[in-house]
């Protein structure tokens, strides 16, 4: 009687485990950012701040909140039509709907200087995790947002407060940069601060221009101008009337990111006193890189 009982616990777990996995149907598995089923229950998400020199020797971001949406649905896939009915207006005042969920970030709140993260010196902004695909990410600003110029003056940059001071940022599949089968997502944002910062001389206003790119998805193009003391600007224009702007870095060096593969650029090089130098008909290559010959300035 007593090997009956000992013997009764481990036929009751096993017939459980055998319960429980036969319960573990397709539907139940969470997806990954393509759409498909995957096993891995959570995946972490790394978000990435990315930007381009400017004029200013410091520019601080004041970011309160990081969100994401994770979809919800089996049935819905990034890109699909049926994501064009999912508004920010709805967002703006409800946590989650029909297509989704809102999930906060793990992040430090507080102002973040941007041009720590320029020329390909991404800046971590957050993580979290995610089972299923992730369509949306939220950005919350606070009021503290300022620059620092080259005399060390502090100026103060005016957000547009109409809109909450909430951003979103819109995903496609090449957007994301996922490793390690499956179980690692990067999402890298660009904030183009040539369109960003407008000085209308007695203020700056600030509307920020965010972009997701990913380093997989998209290419680049970088390069070195000398001399390094001169104050050179580099556009980057393509045919569709895509233009941003940077300065050099101190050794010379500047790098675009997030250029749409296929596409044809062209590199306008300038300075004052300076002969203004074209290099044309460039085209990005998905997760490429085009290094250009070093750049000298002629007067």
């Known amino acids: 009687m007593k090997t009956i009982q000992s013997l009764r616990l481990p036929l ?3 017939a459980s485990i055998i319960l429980f996995l036969s319960s573990c149907t397709k539907q139940d598995l969470p997806l990954v950012a393509d759409g498909s089923v995957d096993a891995v229950v959570q995946k972490e998400v790394s978000l990435f701040i990315s930007s381009t020199h400017t004029e200013y020797q410091q ?9 994401i949406k ?3 649905s089996p049935n819905l896939q990034l890109g699909d039509n049926q994501l064009i009915g999912d508004l920010n207006t709805d967002d ?29 010196n991404d800046f971590l902004l957050g993580n979290v995790y995610a089972s299923n695909a992730i369509s949306k990410i939220r950005v919350t600003l606070g009021e503290n947002n300022y620059v620092i110029d080259h005399q060390g003056n502090r100026k103060p940059l005016l957000l547009d407060i109409s809109n909450e001071n909430s951003y979103y940022i819109n995903l496609m599949q090449d957007d994301l940069d996922v490793h390690s089968g499956n179980q690692r997502i990067d999402l890298h944002i660009d904030i183009d601060l040539y369109k960003s910062i407008i000085d209308n001389g007695s203020s700056l206003e600030f509307t920020p221009h965010f972009r997701p790119y990913s380093i997989s998805g998209y290419g680049e193009i970088k390069g070195n101008v000398v001399p ?19 300065y050099p870095q101190s050794n010379g060096d500047f790098l675009f990111r997030g250029l749409h593969p296929d596409q044809v650029y062209t590199v306008k090089i300038e300075a004052n006193g300076y002969q203004t130098q074209f290099i044309e008909n460039l085209v990005a290559v998905k997760g490429g890189s085009i290094s250009l010959d070093p750049i000298i300035m002629v007067r």
Do not use: Y
């Not at 709907?97 to 720590?116: M, P, Q, R, V």
């Open 70 to 72: 994770e979809l919800t």
């Open 92 to 120: 703006m005042i409800q946590p989650n709907d029909e297509f989704g969920a809102w999930k906060s970030c793990i992040s430090a709140a507080g102002a973040t200087d941007l041009l720590s993260s320029a020329n390909g």
């Open 59 to 67: 520019v601080f971001l004041d970011i309160q909140k990081l969100e």
């Open 228 to 246: 390094v003391e001169v104050s050179t600007v580099i556009t980057v224009l393509d045919q569709n009337g895509f233009v941003t702007k940077s």
């Open 12 to 14: 009751l777990l096993s």
